[in-house]
């Protein structure tokens, strides 16, 4: 069920927020109605992820992780086996393709497989730069460098004898 909500009010009193808009906009285009193959999201610690798909049947050369940029793709494509002959077929062997919308700044660290789970972990990791600095508040008149107040004649010449 889509319901069409105008975010224009919204996108006029934020800054940076274009992607969340376009996300909410769009709907369900990073989710599909694909249920296979099950997985888990577990939280492991503040900035902290793991994800596991159950991916039994499958070997380590027949799955692809790709990460790009705020978007995980895992996808699966099982080789042919048409030297078997099966009674009842009840193990999924068919190809997959699951997508996972990533925040920014978070990172595949690691993935594994191990009895049939495929484990990949994620870390969220702020660059320091975007991280909250607090601001100094100061005019110019309240400014000091070197001992001298800024503006001063004493400060100019000080600072003409350093450029020179």
């Given at each position: ?9 919204f996108r006029r009193s934020t800054i940076g927020f ?22 888990d999201l577990e939280q492991e610690g503040e900035d ?29 494509r099982k080789a042919e086996q048409n030297d078997r ?80």
């Open positions: 069920m889509r319901t069409n909500v105008d975010f224009t009010p274009d992607r969340l808009f376009d996300l909410l906009e769009n709907g369900t285009s990073l989710t599909s109605a694909e249920n296979y193959p099950p997985f902290r992820y793991r994800i596991s798909l159950a991916v039994a049947g499958f070997r380590e050369e027949e799955i692809d992780i790709i990460a790009k940029q705020n978007l995980l793709v895992v996808s699966g002959s099966f009674v009842h077929r009840g193990i999924a062997t068919r190809s997959f393709e699951r997508r996972f919308a990533l925040g920014d700044y978070v990172q595949v660290r690691e993935a594994e497989l191990k009895d049939g789970l495929l484990s990949i972990v994620l870390v969220r990791e702020i660059p320091e730069e975007m991280k909250p600095r607090k601001i100094e508040i100061g005019g110019s008149q309240a400014r000091q460098i070197g001992g001298l107040q800024a503006g001063s004649a004493e400060n100019e010449n000080a600072e003409n004898e350093a450029a020179a």
